[in-house]
T-cell receptor, first 114, second 115 residues
Framework: TQLLEQSPQFLSIQEGENLTVYCNSSSVFSSLQWYRQEPGEGPVLLVTVVTGGEVKKLKRLTFQFGDARKDSSLHITAAQPGDTGLYLCAGAKAGGTSYGKLTFGQGTILTVHP | GAGVSQSPSNKVTEKGKDVELRCDPISGHTALYWYRQSLGQGLEFLIYFQGNSAPDKSGLPSDRFSAERTGGSVSTLTIQRTQQEDSAVYLC?????????????FGDGTRLSIL
């Protein structure tokens, strides 16, 4: 079973602070996706990282894929109340004929207070 | 519509009843996925369709759960003899074809409550 351990589970911070969310596994993934989900809605893709060591930036969000493609991190700089939500990492099956089945982490509930 | 549509958005039913959940994927998307999400948690994979075939049903929790897809489009997830532990949000996603690097487009889910 390919498991993704996501931490922390809960994060409550003040506006302007920085934060990092981690996603770790003992398994190799062909890609790692990060999603953000708001209450009552489905997850929305933020980014996909594919190459080991890859770093992608999306405004104040920085995503990194580990060199061995077993872990990833999401760093948010100067968090804003609009960043509040559930952040999910999801790994795609590596090897063989990959059909896009995703294994999700448990999620990080982020609350940014004004 | 342009996105994945799920119905109903909410369903409350009594323990022991059967329920049907519907998913309309994005037009032209051949891959369709069902997931289950408990409150504030990550998503649990249930089943994957490529066209009308389901090559991976490994996530279905028990034989009370079944799913079908017709015409390469609409999918229905059926839960028979519902139990309280079936209460969750059921999410459907689609992508153009099954590939690990493609984003999955999610509907807003069906919130199922078993009394």
């Amino acid at each position: 079973t390919q498991l993704l351990e996501q931490s922390p589970q809960f994060l409550s911070i003040q506006e302007g602070e920085n934060l990092t969310v981690y996603c770790n596994s003992s398994s190799v993934f062909s890609s790692l996706q990060w999603y953000r989900q708001e209450p009552g809605e489905g997850p929305v893709l933020l980014v996909t990282v594919v190459t080991g060591g890859e770093v992608k930036k999306l405004k104040r969000l920085t995503f990194q894929f580990g060199d061995a493609r077993k872990d990833s991190s999401l760093h948010i700089t100067a968090a804003q109340p609009g960043d509040t939500g559930l952040y999910l990492c999801a790994g795609a099956k590596a090897g063989g004929t990959s059909y896009g089945k995703l294994t999700f982490g448990q999620g990080t509930i982020l609350t940014v207070h004004p | 519509g342009a996105g994945v549509s799920q119905s109903p958005s909410n369903k409350v039913t009594e323990k022991g009843k059967d329920v049907e959940l519907r998913c309309d994927p994005i037009s032209g998307h051949t891959a369709l996925y069902w997931y289950r999400q408990s409150l504030g948690q990550g998503l649990e994979f249930l089943i994957y369709f490529q066209g009308n075939s389901a090559p991976d049903k490994s996530g279905l929790p028990s034989d009370r759960f079944s799913a079908e897809r017709t015409g390469g489009s609409v999918s229905t997830l059926t839960i028979q003899r519902t139990q309280q532990e079936d209460s969750a949000v059921y999410l459907c996603a689609s992508s153009p074809w099954g590939d690990s690097n493609q984003p999955q487009h999610f509907g807003d889910g069906t919130r199922l409550s078993i009394l």
